[in-house]
T-cell receptor, first 110, second 116 residues
Framework: AQTVTQSQPEMSVQEAETVTLSCTYD???????LFWYKQPPSRQMILVIR??????QNATENRFSVNFQKAAKSFSLKISDSQLGDAAMYFC???????FGAGTILRVKS | DAGVTQSPTHLIKTRGQQVTLRCSPI?????VSWYQQVLGQGPQFIFQ???????GRGNFPDRFSARQFPNYSSELNVNALLLGDSALYLC???????????????FGQGTRLTVV
């Protein structure tokens, strides 16, 4: 069975600084998708960024980018120029059925 | 366009009761998935439906059941409620079950179920 591990329960970042959230996963599949979702206090999950395993190039969406290391089964999220609106719970997820990690609370300090 | 809508937003039930949660997908989306998110944890996959057929089931007891209607809306039923069933129940819709390059799962705001 696939598993997703987020080892950082909570992270803090100063506004305008950069923060990296960690995620590791376990799978025996060779082709799959990985995702980062954001869940603000409104509870609605919002897709931040996705990565296809067969693509070696790391995905980028504006201030959000990933560092995908397939051999190490690592999928970290980097948020550049952090904004107050980035404060939320962030979940790493795997596959079509979306296996989620336990989440990382991101706090942004002004 | 309306997003994924779930009803009710909150409800309180007593142990042993039964509950039905409802989800309306985005127009045109034929796949609906259900997740349970216990406080402080990540969501856990419960069911996935596509074209009214069950396409996947997570590791949940038979007290949990679901169905999808011809208009692609879905219901999640939980029988014989336990205190441990207290959670946020999330519904997600997508065009197809396989979240490929041009497909994304969109989530509703969830139903907060409290079992007392």
């Amino acid at each position: 069975a696939q598993t997703v591990t987020q080892s950082q329960p909570e992270m803090s970042v100063q506004e305008a600084e950069t923060v990296t959230l960690s995620c590791t996963y376990d799978t025996s599949e060779s082709d799959y998708y990985l995702f980062w979702y954001k869940q603000p206090p409104s509870r609605q999950m919002i897709l931040v960024i996705r990565q296809e395993a067969y693509k070696q190039q790391n995905a980028t969406e504006n201030r959000f980018s990933v560092n995908f290391q397939k051999a190490a089964k690592s999928f970290s999220l980097k948020i550049s120029d952090s904004q107050l609106g980035d404060a939320a719970m962030y979940f790493c997820a795997y596959g079509n059925k979306l296996v989620f990690g336990a989440g990382t609370i991101l706090r942004v300090k002004s | 366009d309306a997003g994924v809508t779930q009803s009710p937003t909150h409800l309180i039930k007593t142990r042993g009761q039964q509950v039905t949660l409802r989800c309306s997908p985005i127009s045109g989306h034929k796949s609906v998935s259900w997740y349970q998110q216990v406080l402080g944890q990540g969501p856990q996959f419960i069911f996935q439906y596509y074209e009214k057929e069950e396409r996947g089931r997570g590791n949940f007891p038979d007290r949990f059941s679901a169905r999808q209607f011809p208009n692609y809306s879905s219901e999640l039923n939980v029988n014989a409620l336990l205190l441990g069933d207290s959670a946020l129940y999330l519904c997600a819709s997508s065009l197809i079950p396989e979240i490929a390059l041009n497909t994304e799962a969109f989530f509703g705001q969830g139903t907060r179920l409290t079992v007392v």
